[in-house]
């Protein structure tokens, strides 16, 4: 059964340290989404993507957050310097196009910064 | 701006009790509406789902119905197991962008 990946599963960096995560969405899905989900809250949208192109990073805190996917499949996530209230689920997701009525998620990236 | 209300968890029931977890939502327009279940250590997986007034969303035995009078969105099942247990999240769709609520931590005892 196609699923959306995500790497890695879990990481623990410094702050002020950099942090990168990976996703692979299913295959032929051309929106991603990148989501930060805190501990005890719903997902928040941090980017969405169509193809390789940023539709909305509305909520992406620009000064030490960036996210690419150069070649419009898979995706990566960047936070340069780490502070402590990075910490946090990351959560990638997919789904055939924009406005479709189904996303799937990949397990997420649980991040905790020391 | 468009946001979804849950109720405040956590919920604790029995084995065999009925649930409902409340789910009221704002937006403008016509939203489609969701519900997302997250079990311990795994990513959201979609329970189940409604794109206009009226219609039943339904899953393994959970239902929830868009009520655009009321906007609101309810998730219940009539029976729940013990592995019933996990986070739900309500969920909105307007345009391209997918809204949640804060979740609602159901915990099913034996």
């Known amino acids: 059964e196609a699923e959306v990946a995500q790497s890695p599963r879990y990481k623990i960096t410094e702050k002020s340290q950099a942090v990168a995560f990976w996703c692979d969405p299913i295959?032929?899905?051309?929106?991603l989404y990148w989501y930060r989900q805190i501990l005890g809250q719903g997902p928040e949208l941090l980017v969405q993507?169509?193809?390789?192109?940023?539709?909305?990073d509305s909520q992406l805190p620009k000064d030490r957050f960036s996210a690419e996917r150069l070649k419009g499949v898979d995706s990566t996530l960047k936070i340069q310097p780490a502070e402590l209230g990075d910490s946090a689920m990351y959560l990638c997701?997919?789904?055939?196009?924009?406005?479709?009525?189904?996303?799937?998620f990949g397990q997420g990236t649980r991040l905790t910064v020391v | 701006g468009n946001s979804v209300t849950q109720m405040e968890g956590p919920v604790t029931l029995s084995e065999e009790a009925f649930l409902t977890i409340n789910c009221t939502y704002t937006a403008t327009g016509y939203p489609s509406l969701f519900w997302y279940v997250q079990y311990p250590g795994e990513g959201l997986q979609l329970l189940l789902k409604?794109?206009?007034?009226?219609d039943k969303g339904s899953n393994k035995g959970f239902e929830a119905t868009y009520r655009k009078e009321t906007t609101s969105f309810h998730l219940e099942k009539g029976s729940v197991q013990v592995s019933d247990s996990a986070v739900y999240f309500c969920a909105l769709l307007r345009g391209e962008k997918l809204v949640f609520g804060q979740g609602t931590r159901l915990t099913i005892n034996p």
């Open positions: 409604a794109t206009k007034a009226d």
């Open positions: 295959s032929g899905h051309a929106t």
């Open positions: 997701a997919s789904s055939l196009r924009q406005g479709n009525t189904e996303a799937f």
């Open positions: 993507f169509q193809d390789e192109s940023v539709v909305d």
